[in-house]
């Protein structure tokens, strides 16, 4: 089932003396996250009254966050973003709903797919069953991935099993 919150990043700092907080972001960077106007924060919506970035972090002014105290208190909590303010391109998901789904090739499950490295050309899949295995996430070994009917089908090449 998709979670209607979705992590998206860490609060790892103040800025400034005016409540500002400094984001580091856990999605596609800090461009994604400003674009949205509302962070959820332990359960609590915090609505963004302003939001710039600043090299690979967002500065980020949340409502109710009005001085370096109040801002100190929010450092390493993490910022949660819900699900329908997200604009994401069509055919792309979240990691976290591909996260625990089964993962078929040539018609048999050969694991979960238990976590996704991104990395600089393409993001990888990490799928552990009875072997692990590495498999880029390109469409040459990326037959389907149906996050809504909950599974991967990949087609494997020799040197993606871990030894």
């Known amino acids: 089932m998709k979670k209607r919150f979705l992590e998206a990043g860490q609060i790892v700092s103040t800025h400034g003396i005016a409540g500002e907080v400094k984001i580091l972001?856990?999605?596609?960077?800090?461009?994604?996250?400003?674009e949205f106007d509302t962070f959820y924060i332990e359960g609590t919506a915090y609505p963004v009254e302003q939001a710039r970035v600043h090299k690979n972090m967002l500065l980020c002014k949340l409502s109710g966050v009005n001085d370096m105290n109040a801002a100190q208190v929010m450092k390493n909590k993490v910022v949660c973003i819900d699900r329908s303010d997200a604009r994401i391109p069509e055919g792309r998901v979240f990691i976290s709903d591909l996260i625990g789904l089964p993962v078929y090739a040539d018609g048999q499950e050969i694991g979960v797919l238990k976590d996704v490295y991104t990395g600089p050309a393409n993001d990888v899949y990490i799928v552990k069953g009875e072997k692990e295995y590495m498999i880029p996430a390109v469409s040459e070994f990326l037959e389907d991935v149906n996050v809504d009917e909950g599974y991967v089908r990949v087609r494997l090449i020799e040197g993606m099993a871990v030894e």
């Open 25 to 34: 972001p856990w999605c596609d960077g800090p461009e994604f996250l400003k």
